[in-house]
């Protein structure tokens, strides 16, 4: 008999609050399958974005290629989402490595890749 069922009491604006809302899981797009593969074709395509960019600025450790792939990279990351965005991250993250691998001295010397040859500038 539903229609005498009694309403059930509202609840006080503070036993509301203390309740606090169900969260969904966030999702970064950062699986770590996204990140292999933008890795592995951050990898292949890397060298050779670096030869096509020509050098019109240097400063200290950070070439021209530095600066383009970073700030593409890096409007990748805050715009895109899903492969992409790891996509982005990982290049933005290298970037850094080898921005930061230049300004240590030039520890290790120049990074050259065994398959091609091509030596990161």
Do not use: C, H
């Not at 009491?9 to 899981?25: P, V």
């Not at 383009?68 to 490595?97: C, D, H, N, R, W």
């Amino acid at each position: 008999m539903a229609r005498f069922r009694r309403k059930a009491a509202r609840r006080t604006y503070a036993a509301t609050k203390s309740r606090g809302r169900s969260r969904g899981k966030s999702s970064s797009g950062l699986t770590p399958m996204n990140v292999i593969l933008a890795s592995a074709l951050y990898g292949v395509a890397r060298p050779y974005l670096a030869n096509i960019i020509p050098d019109f600025v240097s400063i200290g450790p950070v070439t021209s290629d530095n600066i383009v792939i970073g700030a593409a990279s890096y409007y990748g990351m805050t715009k895109t989402s899903g492969f992409m965005k790891a996509l982005s991250t990982v290049s933005l993250a290298s970037e850094t490595a080898i921005v930061a691998s230049k300004a240590m001295g030039q520890v290790t010397g120049p990074t050259v890749t065994g398959s091609t040859g091509f030596v990161y500038k």
